[in-house]
């Protein structure tokens, strides 16, 4: 059974530029968590989602980052005209149910913004 | 908002030495977590202790849980150069389905 995969792993954008990052999911878990990783901070929760709904987007910014998550095909989230301060790693984590103890986390989407 | 925070936030010890690092944080949780990063990598999960629990034990690890005062700690034993790497705490809140991650605490093993 494969782990959570994100691609890409490294992604460049210049200001303005839109970033998709993927996200899918290990086999038979439909709850996904997105969360940013600024330098040398500590992890952040940005959204929650289940197939084809968001659950808690607490964490997301109003402006510019959208989530989803399709019936079909990986988690995505979506940065919008992207400003030098949105470089971070963005990590994805998986479950098979809600809950913070069965949370699988993916290598990160390391976003660099020129 | 609940915060985890750990201390210290950097730590240098030599080889074969224990490394404790500590983790408080502010609301009643339904468990507690462990990670390690290393340098631009991802997050590797070391252990769960859950709220009824007060210590716990794995390999070299040992985590040890106090909810009266909100706070837990992280034992290394007998450290090797491997270890060196970020960790972090990162709690729960009943009722939420989210992680909240310390700041992390930077430990570096010398040889």
């Known amino acids: 059974n494969a782990g959570v995969m994100q691609n890409p792993r490294h992604l460049v954008r210049r200001r303005g530029q839109e970033a998709r990052l993927r996200c899918s999911p290990m086999?038979?878990?439909?709850?996904v968590y997105w969360y940013r990783q600024l330098p040398e901070e500590g992890l952040k929760f940005m959204v929650y989602l289940q197939k084809e709904n968001i659950i808690d987007e607490s964490g997301m910014p109003k402006e510019r980052f959208s989530a989803e998550f399709p019936k079909e095909g990986p988690s995505i989230l979506r940065i919008q005209q992207v400003v030098r301060g949105d470089s971070a790693a963005y990590f994805c984590a998986s479950s098979p149910r809600a809950g913070t103890d069965t949370q699988y986390f993916g290598p990160g989407t390391r976003l660099t913004v020129l | 908002s609940q915060q985890g925070e750990e201390d210290p936030q950097a730590l240098s010890i030599q080889e074969g030495e224990n490394a404790t690092m500590n983790c408080s944080y502010k609301t009643s949780i339904n468990n507690l977590q462990w990670y390690r990063q290393n340098s631009g990598r991802g997050l590797v999960h070391l252990i769960l202790i859950r709220s009824n629990e007060r210590e716990k034990h794995s390999g070299r690890l040992r985590v040890t849980l106090d909810t009266s005062k909100k706070s837990s700690s992280l034992l290394i034993t007998a450290s090797r150069a491997a270890d060196t790497a970020s960790y972090f705490c990162?709690?729960?809140?009943?009722?939420?389905?989210?992680?909240?991650f310390g700041q992390g605490t930077r430990l570096t093993i010398n040889p």
């Open positions: 990162a709690t729960d809140a009943k009722g939420a389905q989210k992680l909240v």
């Open positions: 086999k038979g878990h439909s709850h």
